[in-house]
């Protein structure tokens, strides 16, 4: 079980807007650590989306935005689109297993 | 630009020592604030991050794995290595590495992994 907790799946149709939560603790999220969210898209290796709760890299849509409160926080997609499908990761520090933690994932499918 | 490669055994046997190296160009280990990390997957399942070593040489372990990893870097030849022991069938999975810019802010810092190598699959088994 991971640590950060995500939905197993998600869908949505093209052009809807879907929400990824993630939910975590006292001892993470929380305590005011940052959350990072990843995009995997099929067979390929992760990619930084989201970072520091709210920010997007250079290169990646304003489509993708990022949100935190209290020991959770979200990914939101807008105007979804068919390249969208993927699996999304939430990331972020744990002070009392002293490590990195992610989330354990979530299934996006486009319909 | 950032690039990452990892690099090792795609086969290893159960209870032997797995050496993975991860060699980088576009940027320095020297760097401060810059760390490589090794993250896995096994089939089907979720990233688990692994270990963790800085520009300042300070490494960090997953609590779980402390016992069996370690890392180390070699600036001069931009590469990190990931050492695991006593592998196990459940230890069979795409391992990554990936570089990070460690930032501070209101008293907590934080290190997302921004680039990525392509991962390589190491099956454990006899």
């Known amino acids: 079980q991971s640590v950060l907790t995500q939905p197993p799946s998600v869908s949505g149709a093209p052009g809807q807007r879907v929400t990824i939560s993630c939910t975590g603790s006292?001892?993470?999220?929380?305590?005011?650590?940052?959350v990072h969210w990843y995009q995997q898209l099929p067979a390929t290796a992760p990619k930084l989306l989201i970072y520091?709760?709210?920010n997007r890299p250079s290169g990646v849509p304003d489509r993708f935005s990022g949100s935190k409160s209290g020991t959770s926080a979200s990914l939101a997609i807008t105007g979804l689109q068919a390249e969208d499908e993927a699996d999304y990761y939430c990331q972020s520090y744990d002070n009392s297993l002293s490590g990195w933690v992610f989330g354990g994932g979530t299934k996006l499918t486009v319909l | 630009q950032i690039t990452l490669k990892e690099s090792g055994p795609t086969l290893v046997k159960p209870t032997q020592t797995l050496a993975l190296t991860c060699t980088f160009s576009?940027?320095?280990?020297?760097?401060?604030?810059?760390?490589v990390g090794w993250i896995r997957q096994p089939p089907g399942k979720a990233l688990e991050w692994l270990a963790l070593?800085?520009?300042?040489?300070?490494?960090r372990y997953s609590s779980s794995l402390m016992s069996r990893v370690t890392i180390t870097k070699d600036t001069s030849r931009k590469q990190v290595v990931l050492t695991m022991t006593n592998m196990d069938p459940v230890d069979t999975a795409t391992y990554y590495c990936a570089h990070t810019s460690r930032y501070c802010r209101g008293g907590n810092c934080a290190s997302p992994f921004d680039y990525w190598g392509q991962g390589t699959l190491v099956t454990v088994s006899s």
């Open positions: 006292i001892s993470n999220i929380g305590a005011h650590y940052d």
């Open positions: 576009g940027f320095s280990l020297t760097t401060t604030g810059v760390g």
């Open positions: 070593v800085f520009w300042d040489d300070d490494k």
């Open positions: 520091g709760n709210n």
